[in-house]
């Protein structure tokens, strides 16, 4: 005779969470539908300090129709401003301009973590106290400037007015400090230096491009959004190639 599972609240609760992990996969067209509809419904509740750390989940989404339907008609450099910036949320900001690859992550998704970062690096002295700043996060920040857009691009003068503030933290007292100031007025610099690669101040390794991403698309939503997915890998800016069911 089989024994019967005994199924307590918490595996339950697993399960749900390891089916809800394959939706937030987005590999196929069905997990794609049901992360636009979540993300929908998380848009309609709205953002509170007690929901924040899952729109953080929902923003680390590579696919810019759920990002789409998370950020609605706001404006994306102001979605998390209703939460006080902390620790929790900037180091999850920088874990996803670490594992974004340079041009391929969505345009919204990087002006969303970039109004954070506005925020919390206005008043410089006092971000570095929510989160000491180490090189390597310049570099995942400074990886994303396009030069070619140039400066008047929004996510490149997002960016350099982040680098700038950080910039200002020079302080001899404090070396750590002083060499985060210094690397990211370094990173500014090659910028706007057009006898320069940014590759001369960035690790070359983090300034690869993956080529040839793309994103499955909903059905339900493919034909409407066609028209504004390119078809070929493209830098911060823009979206990308839609894949249909017929043709993934």
């Known amino acids: 005779m089989i024994e019967e599972r005994q199924w307590t609240e918490q595996a339950i609760a697993d399960i749900e969470n390891r089916l809800l992990q394959g939706v937030f996969g987005c590999r196929t067209t069905e997990g794609v539908e049901a992360s636009v509809t979540y993300a929908r419904y998380l848009s309609s509740v709205g953002i509170t300090p007690d929901n924040y750390p899952v729109f953080l989940r929902v923003l680390d989404i590579e696919n810019h129709w759920v990002i789409d339907a998370l950020i609605g008609e706001r404006d994306p450099f102001l979605l998390l401003s ?135 698309a909903p059905r339900k939503t493919a034909s409407a959004s066609a028209k504004d997915a390119p078809t070929k890998p493209v830098a911060a800016g823009d979206s990308f190639a839609a894949v249909s069911d017929d043709e993934s």
Do not use: C
């Open 82 to 216: 209703p939460v006080q910036p902390n620790k929790f949320i900037v180091l999850r900001i920088f874990a996803m301009m670490t594992r974004w690859h340079k041009g391929s992550i969505y345009h919204k998704n990087l002006s969303v973590i970039l109004g954070v970062l506005q925020s919390v690096y206005s008043s410089p002295k006092e971000g570095y106290r929510i989160h000491p700043l180490t090189i390597a996060d310049v570099n995942a920040l400074g990886k994303h400037l396009n030069k070619s857009s140039g400066q008047d691009d929004p996510i490149n003068r997002a960016i350099l007015e982040v680098l700038e503030k950080i910039s200002e933290l020079e302080q001899k007292e404090n070396r750590e400090m002083e060499e985060v100031a210094l690397h990211a007025a370094s990173v500014r610099n090659v910028f706007f230096d057009d006898r320069k690669k940014m590759e001369d101040v960035i690790p070359p390794v983090l300034l690869i491009t993956v080529q040839d991403r793309v994103e499955i």
